[in-house]
C-alpha cells in the first residue's frame, strides 16, 4: 500500500489485515484512495477526512464487512457513492460531507437510516428527499426522459418541488 504522509511517499510492504481502527485525519494526505484498503477486512473504523484526497471513493470499501464508522468528509473526493457500502451490516455512522461527490444516494441501503447532514456540501448528489424529506438537486434530463415521465412522477417532483 502506498500513502502519502506529509508530502513524504510511503510505501508499506506487509500490512496486517487485523487493523481494527485507522485514523489518517487531518494528515496531509493527498492523491487517490487505493483500492488495496479494501484488503483491511477486520477494519472497524476508518477516518480519512480532512486531507486532500482526490477521484472515486472505491468500490473495494465494500470488502470492509466489520466497518462499523467511515469518516471521508473534507477532502476533494468526486464521482458517485459505491451501491455496495449500503450493504455492509455493522455501518451505522458516516460522513461523506463537503466533497464534490455526485449522482444518486443508493436506496434502500444504510444510507436512508442516516441524518442529512452526512451529505451536505455535495451539490451534485441527489435522492436527498429520502433521508431529508426535501430534494436539493433533480438531475437534469434529456427531452425523452422528460416525455417519459408518468403523471404521478411528475405530481411527486412538482410537489417536492413546490
Same mark, same amino acid.
Given at each position: 500500500?502506498?500513502? +502519502?504522509?506529509? /508530502?513524504?511517499?510511503?510505501?508499506?510492504?506487509?500490512? &496486517?489485515?487485523?487493523? $481494527?481502527?485507522?485514523?489518517? %485525519?487531518? #494528515?496531509?494526505?493527498?492523491?487517490?484512495?487505493?483500492?488495496?484498503?479494501?484488503? *483491511?477486512? /477486520? *477494519?472497524?473504523?476508518?477516518?480519512?477526512?480532512?486531507?486532500?484526497?482526490?477521484?472515486?471513493?472505491?468500490? %473495494?470499501?465494500?470488502?470492509?464487512?466489520?466497518?462499523e464508522s467511515l469518516d471521508l468528509s473534507r477532502n476533494q473526493l468526486s464521482?458517485? @457513492?459505491? $451501491?455496495?457500502?449500503?450493504?455492509?451490516?455493522?455501518?451505522? +455512522?458516516?460522513?461523506? %460531507?463537503?466533497?464534490?461527490? &455526485?449522482?444518486? @444516494?443508493?436506496?434502500?441501503? &444504510?444510507?436512508? $437510516?442516516?441524518?442529512?447532514?452526512?451529505?451536505?456540501?455535495?451539490? #451534485? =448528489?441527489? /435522492?436527498?428527499?429520502?433521508?431529508?424529506?426535501?430534494?436539493?438537486?433533480?438531475?437534469?434530463?434529456?427531452?425523452?426522459?422528460?416525455?417519459? =415521465?408518468?403523471?404521478?412522477?411528475?405530481?411527486? @417532483?412538482?410537489?417536492?418541488?413546490?
Open positions: 500500500m502506498e500513502m +502519502v504522509n506529509k /508530502g513524504v511517499e510511503m510505501i508499506f510492504e506487509l500490512i &496486517q489485515n487485523d487493523f $481494527r481502527a485507522i485514523d489518517f %485525519s487531518a #494528515k496531509k494526505n493527498h492523491g487517490k484512495i487505493r483500492n488495496s484498503i479494501g484488503f *483491511l477486512n /477486520g *477494519l472497524h473504523l476508518l477516518n480519512l477526512s480532512g486531507n486532500t484526497f482526490t477521484s472515486n471513493i472505491p468500490q %473495494s470499501l465494500a470488502n470492509l464487512t466489520n466497518l464521482g458517485q @457513492i459505491p $451501491r455496495d457500502l449500503g450493504s455492509l451490516s455493522f455501518f451505522s +455512522v458516516m460522513n461523506f %460531507s463537503h466533497k464534490n461527490l &455526485q449522482g444518486p @444516494i443508493p436506496r434502500g441501503t &444504510q444510507f436512508q $437510516r442516516h441524518n442529512c447532514s452526512v451529505f451536505v456540501g455535495n451539490l #451534485k =448528489l441527489y /435522492g436527498l428527499e429520502d433521508v431529508c424529506g426535501e430534494t436539493h438537486h433533480v438531475p437534469n434530463r434529456t427531452p425523452q426522459e422528460a416525455e417519459d =415521465l408518468s403523471e404521478s412522477e411528475e405530481q411527486v @417532483i412538482s410537489w417536492i418541488l413546490g
